[in-house]
């Protein structure tokens, strides 16, 4: 029955011990990363644009033609170097080498300003006016061709090399769907290219070479039902086409909703994948992603008004993480669920380093540890509010016929205080003590009774013998 009993025992501590153990399994943490979907182009991507975060990608460094997609990089080279009220004359190169694709029917010697010119590059996919601008920022095509090389260097681009302004096909002229990701990024950043991208209309006057005025349609059908309205998409913000009969559909597409900037990058689709897709995939990162605050949320690291505590530490923090931060998280992942790492920056910029955060294995953001303007003023002892009564005073003093100053410290001690210091110090020394003398006494008990005890023992040994010899006879 006993054994039967302890049989039973340790059956139930083995299984409360494999209970335990359940609730510490390690779970795959790219099992919470949500699901995505089956899309037609060879190669797309998702990108949230305020974080850089990555939400779909699919052959995203794969080489591709970018057709008319390649005018988004035209167009924030032009923003970045030229006025919007420059006037552009259109050269015969512009008209002549660019025959055969999509324009606005441009005439040799034609002017406008650099606003209406770009309105015909980004609208109406205009491919003389992509030539036009790059002649007039660039100086020739050529040069500005080597501006939009260096640039997309400067954004990171790893799989990029332009060879001309407006995407016609060129073996030379490719990219990549990350690439034209990064490019768009640095564009929406743009007020004048966002403005630009998202209008719908747009009405050149009348110039030098044409007396009526050249009405414009934005050719991207999820902001504009420029030929369907089955393809119009709630809260897209801007985006560009393109195709060629090699390079198929491209398209970019910007889009907000909930907080969040995403584009959405589609190359080497057949029609209308590239309009049905763009739509399935921005309703994937919707549906599934939100935006989360940093500082709202971030308990590992302390804040400033955390460190601004005690009678030292009155004064404002020297650094400070950014407010308007943000990572982009699975909506059922939570914040204390990521991963971070404090990166340093380079020294003489406001930004000193980086929280970089990752969940799932996947970057989601970070934010900036910015320099404050804080000045650090001498402590004046004793000016601590309710506690320290510590007067500095300066007397002059003449010594040797000559003027020299001395500073006195005057302190004013706080009686209160050091009384509850020295209470608190007597009760631990009497505590101390008390407890001393509790463990050698304890000792001292267990002594004496170890030593009854034997003697007892003795007692009942001695006397055993005796009642055996008595019962013999």
């Known amino acids: 029955m006993k054994y039967k009993n302890k049989q039973t025992l340790l059956s139930l501590l083995l299984g409360i011990c494999c209970l335990l153990q359940l609730g510490n399994l390690h779970v795959c943490a790219s099992e919470y990363w949500p699901e995505s979907p089956e899309v037609e182009p060879k190669s797309a991507i998702v990108m949230e644009l305020s974080t850089g975060t990555i939400l779909y990608e699919k052959n995203i460094t794969d080489q591709h033609y970018p057709a008319s997609i390649t005018k988004i990089m035209t167009t924030l080279l032009a923003l970045e170097n030229a006025d919007l009220n420059e006037v552009i004359t259109f050269s015969d190169r512009a008209i002549d080498e660019t025959r055969g ?50 640039k997309a260097a400067e954004l990171g681009c790893v799989n990029t090399h332009f060879s001309n302004p407006h995407g016609l096909q060129d073996e030379n002229h490719y990219t990549c769907a990350y690439d034209m ?44 039902p420029f030929r369907y309205n089955k393809y119009v998409y709630e809260g897209c913000t801007g985006g560009k ?8 559909s491209t398209l970019v597409t910007f889009a907000e909703r909930d907080g969040m900037t995403l584009v959405c990058v589609v190359m080497d689709s057949q029609a209308p994948a590239h309009w049905t897709d763009s739509r399935l995939l921005f309703d994937y990162a919707f549906d599934n992603f939100q935006m989360v605050n940093i500082v709202e949320n971030e308990s590992r690291y302390p804040s400033s008004e955390n460190l601004k505590k005690g009678v030292l530490n ?18 059922t992942a939570e914040f204390a669920d990521t991963k971070s790492e404090i990166t340093v920056a380079d020294a003489g910029s406001d930004v000193v380093g980086s929280i970089v955060y990752t969940y799932a294995g996947h970057p989601v953001g970070k934010a900036d540890i910015k320099r404050t303007d804080t000045v650090v003023n001498e402590f004046q002892f004793g000016q601590a509010p309710d506690t320290a009564q510590t007067e500095i005073g300066e007397e ?47 000792y001292i008990i267990k002594h004496n009774r170890e030593v009854r005890k034997r003697r007892k023992q003795q007692i009942k040994t001695m006397r055993s013998p005796r009642r055996r010899h008595r019962r013999r006879w």
Not at 135 to 150: D, S, Y
Not at 197 to 219: C, F, M, S, V, W
Not at 314 to 331: D, G, H, M, Y
């Open 181 to 224: 990701a990064l490019i768009a990024q640095a564009a929406y950043a743009n007020e004048t290219f966002r403005i630009i991208t998202g209008t719908a209309r747009y009405t050149i006057p009348p110039t030098n070479k044409h007396e009526e005025q050249t009405d414009l349609q934005n050719h991207n059908e999820m902001l504009y």
């Open 101 to 150: 694709g999509s324009g606005i029917a441009r005439d040799y010697g034609e002017q406008m300003t650099m606003e209406q010119t770009l309105y015909g590059v980004m609208l109406a996919s205009g491919n003389e006016c992509a030539f036009a601008v790059a002649e007039h920022v660039g100086g020739t095509m050529e040069k500005f061709v080597e501006m939009m090389n260096e």
């Open 241 to 248: 086409t393109g195709y060629t009969t090699t390079a198929n």
């Open 314 to 331: 009155n004064q404002e923090a020297f650094v400070n993480i950014s407010e308007t931060a943000a990572i982009v998280l699975p909506k």
């Open 396 to 442: 002059e003093q003449q010594t040797d016929g000559t003027a020299e100053e001395a500073k006195k410290i005057h302190i004013v001690i706080d009686w209160k205080v050091i009384l509850i210091v020295i209470g608190v110090l007597a009760v631990v020394i009497i505590l101390g003590i008390c407890l001393k003398k509790f463990i050698d006494n304890y």
